[in-house]
């Protein structure tokens, strides 16, 4: 039996105002999106994601719905009163993400290739963003859940493989002072653990966001190449879960970690 789809309350976010109105001119003109998405070109699962509120999309995307749903521009219209000229330093399809962050009871992270986001240095940061002032002050805003008071910070647990230590990123002064934050960083609500290199374990395929939130729902987010994708669908926090679990698994002990990044600093690092 198909799932029913996914309940958006429009208020909570641009996205989700949007993906409503699709899928309700989608609803009125009775077309399945199977069936849209044979008279458009974009696929079934695109639109899906747009509906659900889990991607943005261009113009042309609600162009092209309005001419095959006959809504008279309306689609387009929203979309240029919601995401026109917005700017706020993230890419529309991170905006609700940020949220999510702020209202986790619990943030379980694995990042393979780069420090977490919310760990990094300014330097670190404005190198992997190309000195873009707007996407590095948003990014760094985002850190301010990591210190505040009330309500208490989100429980942070962080795996990433030896190698992430290794990666250049600014040279050696950014880098000495990124895996030092990392170290000052530690508290009883956050852990920093290292995979040592030559870990097995099946999550090499890349990055991924677990957050769970005080009522108990469970959301992911993914990046992909073109853009982040938020799940929630039970059968995706599976498995994504057990990967996170088999990492840990291989992931160092807490105070091992620092040691190690300690001595990456002083081996690889210096100045």
Same mark, same amino acid.
């Given at each position: 039996m198909p799932?029913?789809?996914?309940?958006?309350?429009?208020?909570?976010?641009?996205?989700?105002?949007? @993906?409503?109105?699709?899928?309700?001119?989608r609803v009125l003109a009775n077309y399945s999106i199977k069936q849209l998405a044979a008279k458009i070109p974009y696929s079934p699962s695109f639109i899906g994601a747009v509906e659900r509120a889990e991607s943005h999309c261009e113009r042309s995307f609600a162009e092209h719905c309005d001419t095959v749903l006959d809504t008279k521009q309306a689609l387009a219209h929203l979309h240029d009163g919601l995401f026109g000229n917005k700017k706020d330093g993230?890419?529309?399809w991170f905006r609700k993400w940020p949220t999510i962050e702020e209202e986790s009871g619990t943030l379980k992270v694995y990042e393979p290739i780069v420090i977490y986001g919310l760990l990094q240095t300014e330097d670190y940061a404005s190198t992997l963003l190309f000195d873009d002032r707007e996407a590095i002050d948003a990014?760094?805003?985002?850190?301010?859940?990591?210190t505040r008071t009330s309500p208490q910070p989100p429980r942070l647990i962080y795996l990433l493989p030896e190698t992430v230590l290794w990666n250049d990123v600014g040279g050696p002064e950014v880098m000495?002072?990124?895996?030092?934050?990392?170290?000052?960083?530690?508290?009883?609500?956050?852990s920093v653990?290292?995979?040592?290199? @030559? @870990? $097995?374990?099946?999550?090499?395929? @890349?990055?991924?966001?677990?957050?769970?939130l005080p009522g108990g729902e469970e959301i992911a987010y993914v990046p992909t190449a073109a853009r982040g *994708?938020?799940?929630?669908?039970?059968? &995706? $926090?599976?498995?994504?879960? &057990?990967?996170?679990?088999?990492?840990?698994?291989?992931?160092?002990?807490?105070?091992?970690? *620092?040691?190690? $990044?300690?001595?990456? *600093?002083?081996?690889?690092?210096k100045t």
């Open positions: 799932q029913p789809p996914k309940r958006l309350t429009p208020s909570n976010s641009a996205l989700d105002l949007f @993906g409503s109105e699709v899928r309700r001119y993230f890419p529309e990014r760094l805003k985002r850190q301010d859940i990591l000495r002072a990124q895996l030092k934050r990392l170290v000052d960083a530690v508290s009883p609500r956050l653990q290292v995979v040592p290199n @030559g @870990g $097995i374990h099946p999550a090499n395929q @890349g990055t991924f966001t677990l957050a769970s *994708i938020m799940m929630d669908a039970r059968e &995706d $926090i599976s498995r994504l879960k &057990d990967k996170f679990d088999a990492i840990w698994t291989q992931a160092l002990p807490a105070q091992l970690s *620092i040691d190690l $990044i300690n001595r990456t *600093i002083d081996e690889r690092w």
